[in-house]
């Protein structure tokens, strides 16, 4: 019953760049907000960036200027871009799902992937 499907994590130097992609297996992606959240051990999940339907972007602070997200609705992803990546980067990468438009339903969480950024 996975839904959301991550990938593109791994092992980058400091400065490196690093595409994240998540896949929403559903016929309603464009009812969703998305998002990337981001969890290093012993840290409390973080809102990384988040997308609207209608393209509407949020970046927390430690991230503007580096990272992107985008969406392309008819192939149902999302992207995380991530350019001049440091250590305090590393982290598993979620993506997330939220229905805003239409029908109520519960949120949306994929797997995670690892990012690590070191030397």
């Known amino acids: 019953q996975v839904q959301l499907v991550e990938s593109g994590g791994g092992l980058v130097q400091p400065g490196g760049s690093l595409r994240l992609s998540c896949i929403f297996s559903t016929s309603f992606f464009n009812q969703y907000k998305m998002g990337w959240y981001r969890q290093a051990p012993g840290n409390e999940r973080e809102l990384v960036a988040s997308?609207?339907?209608?393209?509407?972007?949020y970046y927390v602070g430690s991230v503007s200027g580096r990272f992107t997200i985008s969406r392309d609705n008819p192939k149902s992803t999302v992207y995380l871009e991530m350019n001049s990546l440091r250590p305090d980067d590393t982290a598993s990468y979620f993506c997330n799902a939220q229905k805003i438009i239409g029908s109520i339903w519960p949120e949306v969480w994929g797997q995670g992937t690892l990012v690590t950024v070191s030397l």
């Open positions: 997308i609207t339907p209608g393209g509407i972007v």
